[in-house]
């Protein structure tokens, strides 16, 4: 089993930055990608971003594209969502998930194991 962990979401101003966090734990842990994703009140969770675990390869939501950035630190099994120019309909819950084998990194079909969410509330 895997677990993951967020942290970082809290109360922002528009126009501000904000990172987040997730950490890989449990058994072996050897995700080939993994992603963030988030969901609004009253809407569908969807795709943010997502990054594979090995090389750069990178993928994002045209909503977000040129504002947020996905990373990874292979050594900590932990995966960072850069957020910048925090727009107020960027508020939602964020979760990050992993795959256990790659598939799609923008769908939430394409990953196995999911976070517990961290808010993110960015105010005008």
């Known amino acids: 089993q895997v677990q993951l962990v967020e942290s970082g979401g809290r109360l922002m101003q528009a126009g501000g930055s904000l990172r987040l966090s997730c950490t890989a734990s449990g058994r072996t842990f050897s995700s080939p990608a993994m992603g963030w994703f988030r969901q609004a009140p009253g809407k569908e969770r969807e795709f943010v971003a997502g990054i594979r675990w090995r090389g750069n390869n990178t993928y994002y939501a045209d909503s977000v594209k040129g504002r947020f950035t996905i990373s990874r630190d292979n050594t900590k099994n932990t995966v960072y969502l850069q957020m910048n120019s925090l727009k107020p309909e960027d508020t939602a819950v964020y979760y990050c998930?992993?795959?256990?084998?790659?598939?799609?990194?923008?769908?939430?079909?394409?990953?196995?194991?999911w976070g517990q969410g961290t808010q993110v509330t960015v105010s005008s």
């Open positions: 998930a992993a795959a256990t084998y790659y598939r799609n990194p923008t769908s939430g079909a394409g990953y196995d194991y």
